[in-house]
C-alpha cells in the first residue's frame, strides 16, 4: 500500500546539524498528518515533531528551538532539520504517517504508517 522511506542519519558532534527526510510513496489519495518520533536507549518511544498537509506543527518541548518540521506536499515528502544536536538527541528516528489510500473504484483505507527507522547519534 504505502512505503515510508527514511533518509540523512548519521554521526554528528554535539553542536552540529542533520536534515531527515522521509518520503511517501504507493497510492495515496490523501495524506493528513506526518511527524518524527525517536526512540532514545531505555526509553520509550516519543513523538519529537508533526505537521499537518495545512502546515500546522507540534514539537516536543525538548528540541523547541533547535528542530524545524517541514513538509513538501507535491512530493508526500517531510523534512525534520536538527540544529544544535546534543547527546541527548541519540536516537532512531521513526517517521510517521497517517494516510488515506484507494484500493479501487469507491474503495479508500486510513490508517497510520511507519518508516523502518534511521539511527541519529550525537557525540565527540
Known amino acids: 500500500q504505502v512505503q515510508l522511506v527514511e533518509s540523512g542519519g548519521g554521526l554528528v558532534q554535539p553542536g552540529g546539524s542533520l536534515r531527515l527526510s522521509c518520503a511517501a510513496s504507493?497510492?495515496?489519495?490523501?495524506?493528513?498528518?506526518m511527524g518524527w518520533y525517536r526512540q532514545a536507549p531505555g526509553k520509550q518511544r516519543e513523538l519529537v515533531a508533526r505537521?499537518?498537509?495545512?502546515?500546522?506543527?507540534n514539537y516536543a518541548d525538548s528540541v523547541k528551538g533547535r528542530f524545524t518540521i517541514s513538509i513538501d506536499n507535491a512530493k508526500n515528502t517531510v523534512y525534520l532539520q536538527m540544529n544544535n544536536l546534543r547527546p541527548e538527541d541519540t536516537a532512531v528516528y521513526y517517521c510517521?504517517?497517517?494516510?488515506?489510500?484507494?484500493?479501487?473504484?469507491?474503495?479508500?483505507?486510513?490508517?497510520?504508517?511507519w518508516g523502518q527507522g534511521t539511527q541519529v547519534t550525537v557525540s565527540a
Open positions: 510517521n504517517a497517517y494516510i488515506m489510500t484507494v484500493a479501487g473504484p469507491g474503495f479508500r483505507d486510513e490508517r497510520d504508517y
Open positions: 504507493g497510492s495515496i489519495f490523501s495524506i493528513y498528518v
Open positions: 505537521i499537518t498537509s495545512g502546515g500546522r506543527t
